[in-house]
């Protein structure tokens, strides 16, 4: 069953926590990329030095962490790669959930031609590894790009399913990437499911 809007429009670190278990879909065309959540990251708007919209910043950027919430916040890092977050809270509240990691479930084989341009079975066991433990390269995988930003995510192109009922241990730590963040580099607002293999970094 496909998230609701209701779903994202609560505190944010509850919503990243939330997020573990639930299933990515890129639908392309009719073609479904899955994966299951695996590591999350909230970034809290205003008050958190490591969010593009700390202190009230608005630019053409973070728009889209203004808006509702629902929506999919894409940017763009080191000119080169994209990183999919999920806009929650009240519109007007600039807050968002940072995707890091996902463990393929469907359209494996696209992922692998979208990652490496080679089908699944051709990868090494390090290219199995690393094909979506990371905001980049989950985002490299699932086709997605800077046209996907400000996406509804309860329409049927880019959503987040239930997906099933299953128990598991969450880790909550610091977040990875924002020493600039100054005292908020030590939040421990970064979640992801114990053991899983698709975790970026344990």
Request: proline share 3%.
């Amino acid at each position: 069953m496909k998230l609701d809007r209701s779903f994202y429009n609560r505190n944010t670190l509850i919503v990243a926590k939330e997020l573990l278990g639930k299933i990515l879909v890129h639908n392309i065309d009719g073609k479904l990329l899955k994966g299951k959540i695996v590591e999350t990251e909230g970034y809290l708007g205003l008050r958190d030095k490591a969010a593009h919209s700390y202190g009230g910043k608005k630019t053409n950027r973070v728009e889209t962490m203004y808006g509702d919430p629902g929506r999919a916040y894409v940017y763009l890092i080191y000119g080169m790669y994209y990183c999919l977050n999920i806009v929650t809270e009240e519109e007007g509240s600039p807050e968002a959930v940072l995707i890091r990691g996902v463990e393929p479930l469907e359209g494996i084989d696209e992922m692998s031609i979208n990652r490496f341009g080679k089908s699944y079975h051709q990868l090494t066991k390090y290219q199995n590894r690393n094909l979506t433990n990371g905001p980049g390269k989950l985002s490299m995988a699932f086709n997605i790009d800077k046209t996907l930003d400000k996406e509804n995510l309860c329409r049927n192109r880019l959503y987040v399913e239930s997906g099933l009922e299953e128990d598991f241990n969450i880790i909550e730590t610091t977040r990875i990437g924002i020493d600039y963040a100054e005292e908020a580099k030590d939040f421990p607002y970064r979640f992801y499911i114990e053991g899983n293999p698709y975790v970026s970094k344990l």
